[in-house]
T-cell receptor, first 114, second 113 residues
């Protein structure tokens, strides 16, 4: 099973709402990633978790809060977002450890902030 | 930091023709170069990759070449089919305890039947 699943597929939220995006993988991968992708642009790395520890935070605003409850799950908590945060949010996973490279992406959550 | 340039941004080919997409990178420490295909409404899918100690890799109709000296790598698709139509991203990774990845801007490939 080389699948990364993401829920929900679509999310519309107001600027005062609190919501969460979820990502799950059962490949035994120990590194998980959040990317943001705007229309017609490449994915931009937001966060990297390695062995359930946050190892990269690419200067993302605090209204985005990642969480890695265990090695299979990754959440992204959203609060007080802005309309410019509307984008496709992609989760990815990889085996973990130095020298590891292949990342498997999920289908993404299409987020619209109104 | 790393900078990856990709061209062309759009490419139209007739079915059966070949397509070539090129990328250049700036950081000589980058050591892994994957190519992703992204169809509408889906996440990127890894289609082929190459590591810095290899010059060429082929998988059926798809091949990638890497020139470390010139810091560029290319994707070659032969005998294109309509289902090859998608956006293709190149990327350069540096793995030094964690992965830092920089994507190219993407190439929208259209295969005309």
């Amino acid at each position: 099973d080389t699948e990364v699943t993401q829920t929900p597929k679509h999310l519309v939220m107001g600027m005062t709402n609190k919501k969460s995006l979820k990502c799950e993988q059962h490949m035994g991968h120990r590194a998980m990633y959040w990317y943001k992708q705007k229309a017609k642009k490449p994915p931009e790395l937001m966060f990297v978790y390695s062995y359930e520890k946050l190892s990269i935070n690419e200067s993302v605003p605090s209204r985005f809060s990642p969480e890695c409850p265990n090695s299979s799950l990754l959440n992204l908590h959203l609060h007080a977002l802005q309309p410019e945060d509307s984008a496709l949010y992609l989760c990815a996973s990889s085996q973990g450890g130095q020298g590891d490279y292949e990342q498997y992406f999920g289908p993404g959550t299409r987020l619209t902030v109104t | 930091g790393e900078n990856v340039e990709q061209h062309p941004s759009t490419l139209s080919v007739q079915e059966g023709d070949s397509a070539v997409i090129k990328c250049t990178y700036s950081d000589s420490a980058s050591n892994y170069f994957p190519w992703y295909k992204q169809e509408l409404g889906k996440g990127p899918q890894l289609i082929i990759d190459i590591r810095s100690n290899v010059g060429e890799k082929k998988d059926q109709r798809i091949a990638v070449t890497l020139n470390k000296t010139a810091k560029h790598f290319s994707l070659h698709i032969t005998e294109t089919q309509p289902e090859d139509s998608a956006v293709y991203f190149c990327a350069a990774y540096y793995s030094g305890g964690y992965q830092k990845v920089t994507f190219g801007i993407g190439t929208k490939l259209q295969v005309i039947p």
